[in-house]
């Protein structure tokens, strides 16, 4: 296995575009999580599937973030309408129960 | 909720010698699992060490171990024998198992520095 996989690596936007990111996680992972990461900062939590469920999203999406995870194997995150805040690192990461996480190299996006 | 604090941003050691990195948490889990994971300068994020909270013996990985006081909510990471690719962002992360919600909770990480 090639380990968890992200695409694009680098995404530059203007803003009010709306745009798609994938990550094609560990095949035999039924967790698969999506983070957000700024300069300096730790990841933060956006959302978590198990299997194509998604269980838990934070409050800190707004209702312009929508995931999904069809058939319980890739996962897409769509941005619309995009805000200068948008500007981050976006983590794909998957796992087994109890193993945290196994992360992609990432999705910088940036919002001009 | 959980929390995680580390409270070194930033820290250097020289190259060969032993740095200790300190990792407190917060949690009303009785069962949850605790890691530190390494993040180069542009590169992607790498599991180095993994406790479960209910093992009292504290997790070994080659130079990488942990001092896991659990009473304390105390998790701090040792590197032995450091080498100049230990260079990073390191963060200490908490992931609860139970009550439905599944999803690490990070600290804001230290910066490590080996200098030759």
Not at chain 1, 79 to 108: H, N, V
Not at chain 2, 34 to 44: A, D, M, N, T
Not at chain 2, 87 to 114: I, N
């Amino acid at each position: 296995d090639t380990g968890v996989s992200q695409d694009p690596r680098h995404k530059i936007t203007k803003r009010g575009q709306n745009v798609t990111f994938r990550c094609d996680p560990i095949s035999e992972h039924n967790r698969l999580y999506w983070y957000r990461q700024t300069l300096g900062q730790g990841p933060e939590f956006l959302t978590y599937f198990q299997n194509e469920a998604q269980l838990e999203k934070s409050r800190l999406l707004s209702d312009r973030f929508s995931a999904e995870r069809p058939k319980g194997s890739f996962s897409t995150l769509e941005i619309q309408r995009t805000e200068q805040g948008d500007s981050a690192m976006y983590l794909c990461a998957s796992s087994l129960f109890g193993q945290g996480g196994f992360f992609g190299q990432g999705t910088r996006l940036t919002v001009v | 909720a959980q929390t995680v604090t580390q409270s070194q941003p930033e820290m250097s050691v020289q190259e060969a010698e032993t740095v200790t990195l300190s990792c407190t948490y917060d949690t009303s889990e009785s069962n949850y699992y605790l890691f530190w994971y390494k993040q180069p300068p542009s590169r992607q994020m790498i599991l180095v060490i993994r406790q479960e909270a209910y093992k009292q013996q504290n997790a070994t990985e080659n130079r990488f171990s942990v001092n896991f006081q659990k009473a304390a909510k105390s998790f701090s990471l040792k590197i032995s024998d450091s080498q100049l690719g230990d260079t990073a962002m390191y963060f200490c992360a908490s992931l609860p198992t139970q009550g439905g919600s599944e999803k690490l909770v990070f600290g804001k990480g230290t910066k490590l520095t080996v200098n030759p």
